[in-house]
């Protein structure tokens, strides 16, 4: 089954299987994962980059996604290819003569997700390829907010948004934490509870805030209980089904092979402006 994703942003890992080059990779950022693994076997003529092209073919094995923005996707793929030059990962060991280079790499990923800023970043790692698939090393894995999925990834369009007058007609008229109310024209709609029968509503601030109030150091939340029914719920989640594309997630078929994409661009924005 392939899973849609809207507002894709995401850094992937190519495995070269041409005899002459084989176990050469490559990281690289995509906001469609179908269209550029056909455009590296293309070739630089058809969109692919220089240093794939007249290598392959190549096979898109691995995929991390849910960044907030083009911006975050790509800073991440920088580091991924730099390690060295990155100063959040100067503890990463460099790669050694027997390690291959596939395996370097994905010591490097398990170290990122580690790290601050990205270890906040509710992000999904998706093995596209079974046969790639490696366990993270022990003591490496990945923060538990996110989730290890497999199968292919396609990137759709964001579904369209009710107006703000239809918006809050759905909603109650005030905050369930300021309890201030809700003006038709404020630039960001209220946050909704995504779970049956819960009529929790909250502007971004607000309920950012009462996520981190066990860890007020941070700027960005991971999860926290909701005001309404009191379950525990992850911010990403909370954004995603904001934005309409809650609707997307895989069916829950083990803790290890759940996919729950966020996204939580307007916290960051915000965040951004206020620095």
């Known amino acids: 089954m392939v899973v849609e994703v809207c507002s894709f942003f995401g850094v992937y890992l190519l495995y070269c299987t041409n005899p002459r080059y084989h176990g050469r990779v490559y990281v690289g950022f995509t ?99 079974q046969e790639y698939c490696q366990d993270f090393p022990p003591g490496l894995e990945p923060p538990l907010h996110m989730p290890v999925a497999y199968g292919p990834v396609r990137a759709v369009k964001a579904k369209a948004k009710p107006t703000p007058s239809q918006e809050l007609m759905a909603t109650p008229t005030c905050c369930s934490v300021c309890l201030k109310n809700f003006q038709d024209g404020d630039d960001d709609l209220p946050l909704r509870c995504f779970h049956p029968n819960c009529t929790m509503a909250a502007h971004i601030i607000c309920l950012s805030r009462v996520f981190l109030e066990k860890e007020p150091h941070h700027f960005l939340p991971v999860e926290g209980q909701c005001p309404g029914c009191k379950n525990l719920v992850l911010w990403g989640d909370l954004i995603r089904h904001h934005k309409g594309c809650y609707g997307d997630l895989e069916p829950d078929l083990s803790p290890s092979q759940v996919n729950i994409p966020h996204l939580f661009l307007k916290l960051l924005i915000q965040f951004i402006i206020m620095c």
């Open 31 to 129: 906001v469609n994962p179908e269209r550029r693994i056909i455009q590296h076997n293309a070739g630089k003529r058809r969109g692919g980059a220089w240093k794939t092209s007249g290598r392959g073919p190549w096979d898109m094995v691995l995929v991390i996604h849910g960044f907030p923005s083009d911006v975050a996707a790509l800073r991440f793929e920088w580091a991924w290819q730099h390690p060295h030059s990155s100063r959040r990962l100067t503890h990463v060991a460099r790669r050694t003569s027997r390690e291959r280079s596939f395996d370097f790499h994905l010591r490097v990923l398990a170290h990122m997700l580690r790290v601050a800023p990205w270890c906040r970043l509710p992000l999904t790692i998706r093995w596209l390829k």
